[in-house]
């Protein structure tokens, strides 16, 4: 991205949702993913994508042996409320 668009300033628009605040991004502003993280730095409100859920390292090898054609599977994608659950355990 040139510094010229970094300085560009989009026109975001801001509506309530339920008892949230949400933000319409214009399509140069747009995050490819399916969640974002953000943070307040002063006035300006930072977002990015979130980063991408793993299994935990050696998760697979640690039930030992498997043939050949075992490939591990993709993580389940994010869910409220599984998280929620999760969280309280």
Do not use: C, N
Not at 6 to 13: G, Q, S, Y
Not at 37 to 62: C, F, M, N, Q, T
Request: aromatic share 8%; net charge positive.
């Amino acid at each position: 991205m040139s510094v010229a668009k970094k300085l560009t300033e989009f026109p975001v628009k801001l509506f309530k949702h339920g008892g949230s605040q949400a933000a319409r991004l214009p399509k140069e502003l747009r995050i490819e993913a399916l969640e974002a993280v953000g943070h307040r730095e002063g006035d300006l409100i930072v977002l990015r994508a979130a980063p991408v859920a793993a299994w935990p390292k050696g998760y697979w090898e640690s039930f030992g042996p498997v043939g050949d054609d075992f490939t591990a599977p993709e993580p389940l994608p994010r869910s409220a409320h599984r998280d929620r659950v999760l969280e309280g355990m």
